[in-house]
Structure formats: C-alpha cells, structure tokens
C-alpha cells in the first residue's frame, strides 16, 4: 500500500504533506477532521473521483455537525476574502456557476443544488440541518469540499491556513463564556 492510500492515521509525519501538521494542541477530532479535509482538498486539486469518495467517506466517519461546522466557517472566511468589499446576490451565483463549470468536467454527477446548500447554508440563509438531510450528508459533505476547491483557487492563503483558522475559531468560540 502506497502512502497516499493509507489513512491519514497511517501515515508517518514523513508521508503527510505540510497541509497535514496540525496543531499539536489540537484534540485527536479536530486532526482528523483537518486530515480528512486535506485529503478531500487534494483530490478535488488533482480532479480525483476516486479520491475525492474516498476522503468523503472519512470526513461522514466523523461528527457531522463538527465537519460541516468547520467547512461552512472555511467556506465563509473564504467568501470574506474573495469579496473584500462586500458580497452581492450576484457574487454568490458567480461564485456557484464557476464551481459547477469547473467541476462538471470531471465530476458528471455533480449536484449543483447540493452546492447551493453549501453556499446558503455557510451564509446563514437556509438551515444546515435541514439542506443536509434532504441532500444527504454525504453529498453535503463532498459539495463542501469542491466549493471550498472553487474558492480557494482565487486566493494566495493556503488551504491549511483555512482549516487552522476554522478549527482555531470555533474552539475560541466554545471557550468563551456566553452571558
């Protein structure tokens, strides 16, 4: 078995790429999560079918509601510095036609509502829960990973330094006492 078919768990710090050193504060979860979405990232990168199901089905291995937490904090960092003055209307549908046109080609199955969800859903405009029971969690989870593909190709920061800053944000926000 080669390197990159084992399991992020499996693999040595030597056979992970540099988007795959975490934190080493970082529970065991939250590793796996980044993992997981790391490898997602990289098969979406590669236009990897195989890939891309075989990272999926790790990322639904996990709490659903933490993964699918993580991404939509991902995805609306990524929105925020994509559209630095402000996001129209227009600029989420320009933003959802570009992942759909780049992803069709090598993805034939691809399920254009399923990448609404991600994008209204990160936004705060339809209800996580609901869009991801009536998609599936599954192809929720996969559309995620190729929106945050899509609008990570129109930055300079590296994926990683998105699920750092997601995975960060979301343990300082369960440490802060609410009043």
Not at 111 to 118: F, K, M, N, R
Request: hydrophobic content about 40%; charged content about 25%.
């Amino acid at each position: 078995m080669t390197s990159e078919q084992r399991t992020p768990e499996e693999r040595t710090p030597e056979q992970r790429t540099p988007e795959q050193s975490w934190p080493t504060h970082w529970p065991k979860v939250a590793r796996d999560i980044a993992d997981a979405t790391a490898d997602a990232l990289a098969a979406v990168r590669a236009a990897n079918r195989d890939g891309l199901r075989g990272a999926v089905e790790e990322l639904r291995g996990l709490s659903f509601e933490q993964v699918s937490s993580v991404h939509a904090a991902i995805v609306r960092e990524l929105l925020e510095d994509t559209h630095p003055d402000g996001l129209s209307s227009e600029d989420v549908q320009d933003a959802l036609t570009a992942c759909a046109k780049s992803t069709i080609v090598w993805l034939p199955d691809l399920d254009v509502q399923a990448l609404a969800a991600v994008y209204t859903g990160a936004l705060g405009i339809s209800d996580l829960e609901d869009d991801s029971f009536r998609i599936g969690h599954g192809a929720y989870l996969r559309s995620a990973v190729l929106v945050i593909g899509s609008l990570s190709t129109g930055v300079k920061k590296a994926q990683s330094a998105y699920i750092i800053r997601a995975i960060d944000e979301i343990a300082r926000a369960q440490t802060i006492e609410m009043p």
